[in-house]
């Protein structure tokens, strides 16, 4: 069984940062990718930023040059660093973690952390 532990989130004024952090309970190195989604009130959960086994990141249009996604694997722990924070930022953040093959998955998520972006 796989545990997901978000931590980092809050309150922040616009323009502001936070680092979400998302800790595992094995090595990240382990799955086939990891990554965070955001839920908003009223709103599917979408794709933030995902980072795959061997390191390459992808993120969505709207995050792109003020999100950072990295993992670091002797604390087993993935990061999303946020930057530029902007009010449509607000949502619960949680971290994903896909196991198994390419075709063949199995999808764990963590609890979930809030994040409010405003004034």
């Known amino acids: 069984q796989v545990q997901l532990v978000e931590s980092g989130g809050g309150l922040v004024q616009p323009g502001g940062s936070l680092r979400l952090s998302c800790a595992a309970s094995?090595?990240?190195?382990?799955?086939?990718?990891m990554g965070w989604y955001r839920q908003a009130p009223g709103k599917q959960r979408e794709l933030v930023a995902v980072?795959?086994?061997?390191?390459?990141?992808n993120y969505a249009d709207s995050v792109k040059g003020r999100f950072t996604i990295s993992g670091d694997n002797a604390k087993n722990t993935v990061y999303l660093q946020m930057n530029s924070l902007k009010p449509e930022d607000t949502a619960v953040y949680y971290c994903?973690?896909?196991?198994?093959?390419?075709?063949?998955?199995?999808?764990?998520w963590g609890q979930g952390t809030q994040v409010t972006v405003s004034s």
């Open positions: 994903n973690a896909q196991l198994g093959t390419v075709l063949i998955f199995t999808d764990y």
């Open positions: 094995r090595s990240i190195s382990s799955f086939n990718r």
């Open positions: 980072i795959t086994g061997v390191g390459r990141a």
